[in-house]
């Protein structure tokens, strides 16, 4: 079986102690991919670096939404989540260094627009379309991340018809799910779809063709308040298969064509 975890964040301070023991784990569930997720410009250029510890980890230059804003999030918003919010280098600066990067990278991401951490939607939807413009005129596939702006991300994706797209994490509703699956949209789930039903009522809904997998390790694990590492995707594989009432082996391999459709 050949898995792949589409989105997570090798470089998080909770993997510093034992990342090749999760890379190790990773290989030995069957994993050949793992798009680990830049959000800020000096993180995606040490990703590069990171990449180096195995074949198997492929890198995606991104810029988080409110990196992008350069503002600082209100800490009680953002609880739990400690990722520092702030980098020094511009939102233009960082464009174009995924322009130059663009052969060592292998999609754009992660990149869109959080209208939970902020209310600044107008810079927000004038960022993300800059980013698919650069998508589109680069050739990169965009993996987006959208908190309550899933209606803004579609029309934007409409907008400038470009559906090299997936979506990370979707928590829209039906109806937005059902538009974006009309235009084509992968849509990765996350690990924490053994437990969690919207994502469950998400699988339903897709057809296995625009499904892919993801951990977004450290976060969204099976097991609630575990450490997630990209090892875990075989859960996800099981609850897919489960809900989709296929055999595993035949949903991993869907998702694996739907990988190298999307990124190779
Ligand atoms: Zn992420």
């Known amino acids: 079986m050949h898995l792949v975890d589409v989105h997570t964040h090798l470089d998080h ?107 600044d939607h107008e810079t927000q939807s004038a960022n993300f379309r800059q980013i698919v413009r650069l998508a589109k005129r680069i050739h990169k596939p965009l993996i987006v991340h959208s908190r309550n702006a899933e209606k803004e991300i579609l029309d934007i994706l409409e907008d400038e018809q470009y559906f090299h797209v997936d979506m990370h994490c979707f928590s829209g509703s039906r109806k937005l799910l059902e538009r974006g699956i009309k235009l084509g949209l992968m849509f990765s789930i996350p690990t924490n779809v053994v437990r969690n039903q919207q994502f469950q009522q998400a699988v339903e809904a897709l057809p296995i063709g625009n499904i892919l997998t993801e951990t977004d390790a450290p976060y969204l694990g099976p097991y609630k308040d575990l450490r997630n590492e990209p090892a875990n995707i075989k859960e996800a594989i099981l609850k897919i298969a489960e809900l989709k009432r296929m055999d595993p082996v035949e949903v991993a391999n869907a998702i694996y064509f739907n990988y190298q459709k999307m990124f190779l």
């Open 13 to 119: 301070p909770q993997f510093e102690k034992d990342l090749l023991d999760v890379i190790k784990r990773a290989k030995a569930a069957g994993i050949v991919a793992v798009i680990t997720q830049g959000v800020d410009h000096e993180r995606n250029l040490a990703l590069l670096e990171l990449a180096k510890l195995d074949p198997m980890i492929k890198v995606a230059f991104g810029m988080y939404p409110l990196d992008a804003l350069n503002v600082e999030v209100d800490p009680e918003l953002a609880a739990g989540d400690d990722y520092s919010r702030r980098t020094k280098t511009s939102f233009a600066d960082t464009l174009d260094a995924i322009e130059e990067h663009k052969d060592a990278i292998i999609a754009i991401g992660e990149v869109g627009m959080d209208f939970k951490y902020s209310k």
